[in-house]
């Protein structure tokens, strides 16, 4: 059974974030929210936890296209090709931000990623998805959670969330309302500038 564990994101509580910090650690699974929609998240590092998020999600995980949910850019260089100035420039000016650049990987990328030739990358404009990431000390993988409604694409209510997933993940945040608008995802891993799907964030750069 779940836990659910309010934060609050104008000043996320320390305790509480090492609270879920520590769940990621064990492998567990993590519903949490960012500045789109609420996500399902786990520890980069952690096959196992992988393997029951693809699980969940019905598909195999090599061919999952799940998000990097990275605090800042700083770290970028550990999983993505070195990329020219007009790509950094234009990821500096969006993020963070409701945006997902796909980007060409690297050869650091985990084991369960080493076959992809792209990898997702999202700087959320959240504090409690930030500071989590922070304190883990490495990216979180991420899956936007959907909604069965024909009319609402993405759950928004955390208690509705954490009802219906109660049974599925270890820890849902509680931080407040969700967006239902995604992330717009733009490619930008063969140097041009390709809108994949228009989301929350414009793509007038």
Known sequence: MAELIRIYEEN???REIAKVVEVLRDGGLVIYPTDTVYGLGCDITNSKALQKIAR???IKLEKAHFSFICADLSNLSDY???IDTPTFKILKKALPGPYTFILPGNNN???DFKKKKTVGIRVPNNNIAVD???K???PIVSTSIHDEDELLEYTTDPELIYEKWDNLVD???DGGYGDNVASTIIDLSEGEFTVVREGKGSVDF
């Open 56 to 58: 969940i999600k019905g």
């Open 136 to 138: 883990l000390g490495n």
């Open 12 to 14: 996320p509580n320390p």
């Open 80 to 82: 993505v090709r070195q």
């Open 109 to 111: 990328l985990p084991k």
């Open 132 to 134: 989590i990431v922070k």
């Open 171 to 173: 820890v849902v945040v």
